[in-house]
């Protein structure tokens, strides 16, 4: 199931009517997210372009969504592992975050900013307080650029790895986000 227009205005909508009516409001709809799980035996890669996200950079409140079955494999059984055996994406379809900045986001700057935005991670339905570590960059006034590496802890979300599998699926995981945002309002 993908992510319909419906479902990213009514994200659009939420993040507004919570936020103060003065904020300059940042959206994407197609973050790059990718995780790698590096093992003796096999790398998985997998990545998605259908990341979902605001930030409200007067306040430093950021959403951020993906859908799981939007993540794409090399390999069609791993993907279909992945999404029934492992992620249960029936039953949970998306990872989230929401948080606040740590440090004040400068929309002036040209420079890079180190931003950890810290709060809550939920990935296959259990919810975890996060500190994600992340560089954000102004290009043009309008288009603002977020990156972020960070690791996810299988067991830190239930995701259960079959004993006889633990040379296939590594238990921490690698992610990369890289989204760019355009500014929706000022």
Not at 74 to 83: A, G, P, R, V
């Amino acid at each position: 199931m993908r992510y319909s227009i419906y479902y990213k205005i009514l994200v659009l909508f939420i993040i507004f009517w919570i936020s103060p009516v003065n904020g300059q409001f940042f959206q994407t709809s197609s973050a790059q997210i990718s995780f790698f799980s590096k093992t003796p035996l096999e790398d998985i890669k997998a990545k998605s372009p259908e990341g979902i996200s605001v930030i409200n950079s007067s306040t430093g409140e950021i959403l951020f969504k993906i859908d799981i079955r939007s993540f794409q494999f090399k390999k069609s059984l791993m993907q279909e592992h992945f999404n029934e055996n492992y992620m249960e994406s029936e039953k949970y379809p998306t990872a989230e975050f929401k948080g606040i900045s740590m440090v004040p986001i400068d929309i002036t700057s040209i420079d890079n900013q180190e931003v950890v935005f810290k709060g809550d991670f939920t990935v296959h339905g259990v919810t975890k307080e996060r500190e994600l570590k992340t560089t954000i960059k102004l290009i043009d006034g309008n288009t603002l650029v977020l990156e972020s590496d960070f690791q996810v802890k299988c067991e830190d979300h239930n995701i259960k790895i079959p004993r006889i599998l633990w040379q296939n699926i590594a238990e921490i995981i690698d992610v990369n986000v890289n989204a760019t945002y355009q500014i929706v309002s000022k």
